[in-house]
């Protein structure tokens, strides 16, 4: 295993450990999307681009955008 592959795994695991250990919503899902684009480096390094492409949306841009409405919405049905 080449050393950029370790790095890029090690990037991963404390990428999740921190989404798990984050305890706001908000904060967790800007942490998640870090997380993802972790997640397309480790693909990328592992020379799988379509994954890594179909991540970078999925983890960078529609996760992070359903949660944060999701949230909107139920803090705006408490008020």
Do not use: C, H, W
Not at 12 to 39: E, K, N, S
Not at 67 to 76: G, K, Q, S
């Amino acid at each position: 295993m080449i050393p950029l592959q370790v790095v890029s795994m090690l990037l991963v695991a404390l990428g999740a450990t921190a989404v798990v250990l984050t305890r706001d919503l908000v904060r967790q899902a800007i942490v998640l999307g870090f997380y993802g684009f972790g997640l397309v480096v480790l693909f990328v390094v592992f020379q799988a681009p379509d994954v890594a492409l179909s991540e970078l949306v999925v983890s960078g841009i529609a996760y992070p955008l359903v949660l944060v409405a999701t949230i909107a919405r139920v803090l705006a049905g408490k008020r």
